[in-house]
């Protein structure tokens, strides 16, 4: 049974940081190419970041020099580092294994930058 499950969201003020992780389960998680997407209040889901299997990462120019996407093949786990939160960045946190035509969606994580 395919698994991913996200933590780590929560509240945090403008400037502050979080760690979002995705932990994946019933699949070779070090063939897929993971990504995380959003979806903010009243707007469509959004590409954030991707990390194929082998080669180099993508961003999405708004989060250029803030976040920072890493997999550790060991533990089947995808992660996103973010920094210098702002409000805008405030939304629904997805994470996608994909590999060919085969996809996997975790169900998200909120977070919320707010003073």
């Known amino acids: 049974q395919v698994q991913l499950v996200e933590s780590g969201g929560g509240l945090v003020q403008p400037g502050g940081s979080l760690r979002l992780s995705c932990a994946a389960s019933g699949f070779t998680f070090s063939s897929y190419a993971m990504s995380w997407y959003r979806q903010g209040p009243g707007k469509e889901r959004e590409l954030v970041a991707v990390i194929p299997s082998t080669g180099s990462t993508n961003y999405a120019d708004s989060v250029k020099g803030r976040f920072t996407i890493s997999r550790d093949n060991a533990k089947n786990t995808v992660y996103l580092q973010m920094n210098s939160l702002k409000p805008e960045d405030t939304a629904v946190y997805y994470c996608?294994?994909?590999?060919?035509?085969?996809?996997?969606w975790g169900q998200g994580t909120q977070v919320t930058v707010s003073s």
């Open positions: 996608k294994a994909r590999r060919l035509w085969t996809e996997h």
